[in-house]
Each structure stands twice: as structure tokens, then as C-alpha cells.
Nanobody, 121 residues
Framework: QVHLVESGGGSVQAGGSLRLSCTAS????????MGWFRQAPGKEREEVAY????????YYADFAKGRFTISQDNAKNTLYLQMNSLKPEDTAMYLC??????????????WGQGTQVTVSS
């Protein structure tokens, strides 16, 4: 089992920045892929970004490119999402997900509870 705890969400004005964190514990050696999803009220969950702990792959959704940066601190088993130039449409619950590989269907074996991001205009 892997346990994930997110933090760093909050309320900001448009154009502001936030850095989300996701710390993993438990059987972390089984995990190679770590990423972020988001879900806004009334909308489907969408993938934001992910990376391979081994450095093999990094992905950003189109809306995240140029504004969001995903990174990791392997020593701390922590994943980050730096979000800049935030827009009201970025308002959502942001969830951390990890899996054994970054291949489709295997990236989200475990989920965190999420951290709320609210961007006001």
C-alpha cells in the first residue's frame, strides 16, 4: 500500500502562484510514476501532469504547458506542482496519483485525498 498526502492548495487571485506538494509513504519502492489530476465541480477528472521517478518521461496537459511545472524530491518521496499565472478556470480539487509505471492504465493505482485550489478573477 502507498499513502499519499497533498498540501499547498488555497485561494489566490488570477495571475498568482501556488505550489502543491504530495508526500508518499508506505511501499514507495513499487512506484515509478507520480502525477497530478484535477476535478472541478460538474466536470470530469482530467490529468494535469505526470513524471517518471526514473526520469524516463514527463507529460503536461495542454492547459498546463508553460504555466505548471512538475518536479520531485526522491529523498523526501515528495512530488510538487508549481502553478504560475493561475486562471479562474484552474479552480478545482487537485489530486495526487501514483502507479507502478507511466503507461496508460497504470499511472493511478493510488490516490490522495486532494487539495483545493481556488482562483478568483
Amino acid at each position: 500500500q502507498v499513502h499519499l498526502v497533498e498540501s499547498g492548495g488555497g485561494s489566490v487571485q488570477a495571475g498568482g502562484s501556488l505550489r502543491l506538494s504530495c508526500t508518499a509513504s508506505g511501499y514507495v519502492y513499487s512506484i515509478d510514476c507520480m502525477g497530478w489530476f484535477r476535478q472541478a465541480p460538474g466536470k470530469e477528472r482530467e490529468e494535469v501532469a505526470y513524471l517518471s521517478k526514473g526520469g524516463g518521461s514527463t507529460y503536461y496537459a495542454d492547459f498546463a504547458k508553460g504555466r505548471f511545472t512538475i518536479s520531485q524530491d526522491n529523498a523526501k518521496n515528495t512530488l510538487y506542482l508549481q502553478m504560475n499565472s493561475l486562471k479562474p478556470e484552474d479552480t478545482a480539487m487537485y489530486l495526487c496519483a501514483v502507479g507502478p509505471t507511466c503507461s496508460r492504465g497504470h499511472r493511478s493505482a493510488y490516490w490522495g485525498q486532494g487539495t483545493q485550489v481556488t482562483v478568483s478573477s
